[in-house]
């Protein structure tokens, strides 16, 4: 997504959490479903990291870690996903569920048809969802009568199908009252870059600095997504960015 003319900044809260759990004081399994990308392969760094078991699922996940489990899985295939979710017919392998997956080229049905089908499979059992989707369905900063999708300033129309699909993630979720879920927005800008641990936190419109770019590492974003696992927060739909920016020395 593009960002351009600088824009009021959301209500956000800064935010630097306390140090995480470790195998001693709560270590978790999560299921991160989409573990070998951008954000799924950072999202398991980030677990590992902080002392967590992971589930590493994809079509053809692989580990060194005895703490990550990889497990092959189309996630187009809903047995397969409950197989692959579920420790025993009773109860769910995983603690949380991250869900970080993408096709290229975009597939709306395919992505709201697992997203569906892991709510289905977890929510019963009262395990949460996390979701990692798009900042399209977000309030545009400029007109929060727009969203981010429809607002050409961030989603050109080469890419309105990425962010549609998002959307349709998003509704996929809210549709669904059978567990806890929540559905974090990343700003407009995504890339892999620094852990800094720090990152503002805002709910249904588009952060941005104060030059107007909306933007986080995909390791601080990790950072969030595992924040929200160990301590979910009250709001369903959430976004982050960058920041605080530390101030210069001298
Ligand atoms: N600014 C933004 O709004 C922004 C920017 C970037 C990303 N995102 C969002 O972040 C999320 C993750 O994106 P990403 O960039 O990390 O994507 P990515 O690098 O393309 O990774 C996609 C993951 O999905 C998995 N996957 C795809 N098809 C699968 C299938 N049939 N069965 C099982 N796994 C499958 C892939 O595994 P295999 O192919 O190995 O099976 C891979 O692990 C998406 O929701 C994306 O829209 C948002």
């Given at each position: ?52 078991r ?9 580990s060194d870690d005895p703490c990550v489990t ?181």
């Amino acid at each position: 997504m593009t960002t351009s003319h600088p824009t009021p900044h959301a209500a956000t809260t800064d935010i630097t959490r306390a140090p995480a759990p470790t195998e001693q004081d709560g270590a978790m399994t999560i299921a991160v479903l989409g573990a070998t990308g951008m954000v799924g392969s950072r999202v398991v760094a980030e677990a590992r990291a902080r002392g967590h078991r992971v589930l590493a699922l994809a079509r053809k996940p692989t580990s060194d870690d005895p703490c990550v489990t990889a497990v092959a899985v189309d996630a187009g295939d809903p047995r397969a996903l409950r197989a692959a979710l579920t420790g025993s017919a009773a109860r769910l392998a995983a603690d949380a569920v991250v869900v970080a997956l993408r096709t290229e080229p975009v597939d709306q049905e395919f992505l709201v048809g697992a997203t569906r089908a892991v709510l289905a499979i977890a929510g019963p059992l009262g395990v949460p969802v996390l979701v990692v989707g798009g900042a399209g369905a977000l309030r545009s900063p400029a007109n929060p009568q727009l969203l981010v999708a429809d607002d050409p300033a961030y989603v050109p129309p080469a890419i309105r199908a990425v962010a549609a699909a998002g959307i349709a993630q998003l509704h996929a979720c809210r549709a669904d009252a059978r567990g806890p879920w929540a559905y974090l927005c990343p700003p407009a800008q995504l890339n892999p870059g620094k852990r800094t641990g720090r990152y503002r936190r805002g709910t249904d419109t588009l952060l941005t600095d104060a030059d107007g770019a909306s933007w986080i590492s995909v390791e601080d974003l990790s950072v969030a997504v595992l924040d929200e696992v160990e301590n979910p927060g009250p709001e369903r739909l959430f976004t982050v960015a960058a920041g605080p920016v530390e101030p210069s020395a001298g």
